[in-house]
């Protein structure tokens, strides 16, 4: 079998690489080292209830990049689903984020929106809303103390002076209707893609390798692995937050009336409860049914062998994330990219992003 150009990791990074490069007439090998595409954007389908259930928590597509849903949506079609995000604080529950909705009812006040910018200058309210809103989340997200937690983090928090309770602030957004599975299956279904399952590739001795099969070594790889893990962990590991999840099926047709629920207190020890039944709102069977699926959220510290979920930045991991990322310029032919190969978070719309531009001078028609 020819052999253009290596992918490694099929999540949406990797995927969007892979069709590209088929699109340009190359035979793309990618492999992946779990069972099945999707990287942590990959669903199951509960079998009890038919829900879709997104195995590595929430997952809405958003995005105002016009070349990236164009992208897409080639490969789904999206049910148009908005996303809004409520906070139980103290067994109330508030609409997410800090705005009229949230403020109004958190201080017992009725604000215009020209009142807010005035109300929220007294540096008490600011504090209040911080403390029941995210000190206790982000040290659970985090794992500090909640004392620990600087209200600095506030000031990344835009607070909107309007009722608007939409989540994301993107032109576009929501759930493939098919599922994200099938949006994967599409992206792949290309005669210039040759997907391998269950196989780990590797660097060793300077050669790539998938599982104990060497590669041709004179094609460009495009690498979506954990970067520190390409070359052994050499410098050292670098840090990561991890995530487990609590799945639960309940006799109920509707447990709490929307996707995401966050718990802001530190002494909840989960962050979220996902109902993964509102993503789909247009699927009035599995709506109307007497039964749901939840899922509940708790971060953890991260040690070798979990899922790696969220960068820990600091200075010292992005110091070595950059080593790894010199010693990676010194392949020629290999470009490290996604979430785990350049050591950052990313949305999958901005994954997209980056796998189009790593691929932009890769000539060829579709
Ligand atoms: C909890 C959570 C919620 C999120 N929610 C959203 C959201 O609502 N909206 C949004 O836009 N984004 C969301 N994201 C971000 C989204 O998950 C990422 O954008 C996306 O997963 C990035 O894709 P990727 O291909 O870079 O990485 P991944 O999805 O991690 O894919 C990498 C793939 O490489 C494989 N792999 C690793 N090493 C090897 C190897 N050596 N050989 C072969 N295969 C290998 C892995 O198995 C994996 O399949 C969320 C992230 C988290 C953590």
Not at 182 to 191: I, N, Q, T, V, Y
Not at 195 to 221: I, T
């Amino acid at each position: 079998m020819t052999i253009d150009a290596i992918v490694a990791g099929a999540g949406i990074w990797g995927c969007t690489v892979a069709r590209r490069l088929a699109e340009t007439g190359r035979q793309v090998l990618l492999l992946e080292r779990r069972a099945a595409p999707g990287g942590n954007v990959r669903c199951e389908t509960d079998p009890q209830t038919g829900i879709e259930v997104h195995s590595f928590g929430s997952h809405i597509f958003h995005t105002h990049i016009p070349e990236v849903w164009d992208f897409a949506r080639r490969f789904a079609d999206f049910n148009g689903y908005q996303h809004k995000v409520l906070a139980n604080y103290k067994g109330k529950t508030y609409f997410l984020p800090l705005g009229l909705a949230l403020i109004n009812k958190f201080f017992g006040v009725e604000l215009s929106p020209g009142e807010v910018a005035g109300f929220m200058a007294d540096e008490a309210r600011s504090r209040a809303l911080f403390d029941a809103f995210f000190r206790g989340y982000t040290s659970k997200q985090w794992g500090k103390a909640p004392e620990d937690i600087d209200p600095s983090v506030i000031k990344r928090v835009p607070v909107r002076e309007n009722w608007d309770t939409n989540y994301f602030n993107d032109t576009n957004q929501g759930i493939p209707l098919a599922g994200y599975n099938s949006m994967f299956d599409r992206m792949l279904d290309h005669s210039g893609i040759t997907l391998r399952c269950n196989v780990e590739a590797r660097l060793e001795n300077g050669k790539f390798k998938a599982g104990g099969d060497e590669l041709p070594q004179s094609v460009p790889v495009y690498w979506s692995g954990p970067i520190d893990a390409l070359f052994g962990w050499k410098f050292g590991r670098l840090p990561w937050r991890t995530l487990r999840f609590e799945k639960e099926i309940l006799p109920v047709r509707d447990f709490q009336g929307t996707a995401v629920v966050n718990y802001t207190e530190a002494e909840v020890p989960y962050t979220r409860i996902h109902e993964f039944k509102h993503y789909h709102p247009e699927d009035k069977k599995t709506m109307e049914a007497p039964a749901t699926v939840v899922m509940r959220e708790y971060p953890a510290e991260w040690k070798p062998g979990d899922e790696q979920y969220y960068p820990v930045e600091n200075a010292e991991s992005r110091a070595l994330a950059e080593a790894y990322k010199v010693e990676a310029a010194k392949y020629e032919g290999l470009t490290a990219g996604g979430r785990l190969g350049e050591y950052k978070y990313y949305d999958m719309d901005k994954s997209i992003e980056a796998a189009l531009k790593a691929t932009a001078n890769a000539k060829g028609g579709v």
